[in-house]
Nanobody, 120 residues
Framework: QVQLVESGGGLVQTGESLRLSCSASGRIFNVNTMGWYRQAPGKQRELVADITSGGTTNYADSVKSRFTISRDNGKTTVYLQMNSLEPEDTAVYYC??????????????WGQGTQVTVAS
């Protein structure tokens, strides 16, 4: 069993910052890529950023200059530092992780989602 637990969402004004965090727990052998996705009402869920176990990052063009994704030393926690937030960033943000619970069992897991609302 693997669980992703998120924190850090909330309501902010345009231009302010938030930092989201997500920790993987449970039966874990190895955590590979971790990432953040978001979904706004009426839109498809989209990748915001992800990071491999080796530290390679990818960002959506809309957030590349403003957001930073990172991981802790144990590579089981992922963060998303969001600066210069805009109303267009308003969405439910979901943590995602590729996890090997054992060397022979792999799965993809989602967090429960956390609401980020940016007021104009």
């Amino acid at each position: 069993q693997v669980q992703l637990v998120e924190s850090g969402g909330g309501l902010v004004q345009t231009g302010e910052s938030l930092r989201l965090s997500c920790s993987a727990s449970g039966r874990i052998f190895n955590v590979n890529t971790m990432g953040w996705y978001r979904q706004a009402p009426g839109k498809q869920r989209e990748l915001v950023a992800d990071i491999t176990s080796g530290g390679t990052t990818n960002y959506a063009d809309s957030v590349k200059s403003r957001f930073t994704i990172s991981r802790d030393n144990g590579k089981t926690t992922v963060y998303l530092q969001m600066n210069s937030l805009e109303p267009e960033d308003t969405a439910v943000y979901y943590c995602n992780a590729d996890v090997h619970s054992t060397p022979w069992n792999w799965g993809n897991y989602w967090g429960q989602g956390t609401q980020v609302t940016v007021a104009s």
